[in-house]
């Protein structure tokens, strides 16, 4: 494993194989078949439905608990983190 900051993230896309570069290198990286790959997009109140998976970033505050930002799956694809 190589824990780094990637910068400039996916160069080039070649069916399931992403190219990376950190540190001044490439690296390709292997997808395997049913690895999720989502993105983020805005979202209105009406996404909020019962039974929808969600994830809270949050904080403690002095009255309780302050939701910085929800994520809200859709569609059958649940957030994943």
Excluded: C, W
Excluded at 19 to 26: A, I, K, L, P
Excluded at 36 to 58: M, S
Excluded at 64 to 78: I, S, T
């Amino acid at each position: 494993m190589t824990n780094a900051t990637v910068a400039n993230a996916v160069e080039d896309i070649q069916g399931r194989t992403l190219t990376v570069s950190y540190h001044g290198q490439q690296k390709k990286i292997a997808i395997p078949d049913g690895t999720p790959v989502v993105t983020l997009a805005a979202a209105t109140k009406d996404d909020l439905v019962p039974g929808a998976v969600v994830f809270i970033l949050a904080e403690k505050a002095a009255g309780g608990v302050l939701g910085r930002q929800v994520m809200v799956g859709k569609d059958g694809v649940v957030p994943p983190m």
